[in-house]
């Protein structure tokens, strides 16, 4: 119940400076599974409530979504496939979640993944797997 309070308390808060409420998200941290935040047994890493900040709020990395950007840099993250049967000069359309890179490492090596990885593949990068819908008719 303390939880829940808190987190309204963080939702009603508006700072008296700029007149704008500095958060965009407030989550417990069992909901925050869905940004990939779980899996400590030690409760050490992730606390019970999880936030982020809305700009111009914060500004170091991990207090922001990784879509924030500010005047001189932004929280996006950037990932590069190169070498042989990789689709060159191609920029996906897909999200790649830090999870899928396992995944497709080992599918790069020909080994199975770890039984528990929870990523996918990221066919879409390969040349064997991308159909040109251009060409379908």
Same mark, same amino acid.
């Given at each position: 119940m303390i939880i829940e309070k808190i987190i309204a308390c #963080?939702?009603?808060y508006v700072d008296e400076r700029t007149g704008l409420q500095p958060y965009n998200l407030v989550l417990r941290r069992k909901d925050a599974r869905y940004l990939g935040l779980y899996g400590d047994p030690t409760r050490k890493k992730i606390g019970d409530i999880v936030f982020t900040f809305k700009e111009p709020f914060g500004g170091t990395h991990g207090e922001q /979504? *990784?879509?924030a950007s500010m005047s001189l840099s932004s929280m996006g *993250?950037?990932?590069v496939m190169w070498g042989?049967?990789?689709r060159k000069g191609v920029? /996906?359309?897909r999200n790649?979640? #830090?999870?899928d890179v396992t995944p497709t490492i080992c599918y790069i090596l020909d080994v199975p993944p770890p039984k528990d990885a929870e990523g996918a593949i990221i066919y879409q990068?390969?040349?064997?797997f991308y159909i040109d819908d251009s060409k379908i008719k």
């Open positions: #963080l939702q009603a /979504l *990784s879509t *993250s950037i990932f042989a049967g990789i920029v /996906l359309e790649v979640w #830090l999870t990068a390969f040349e064997d």
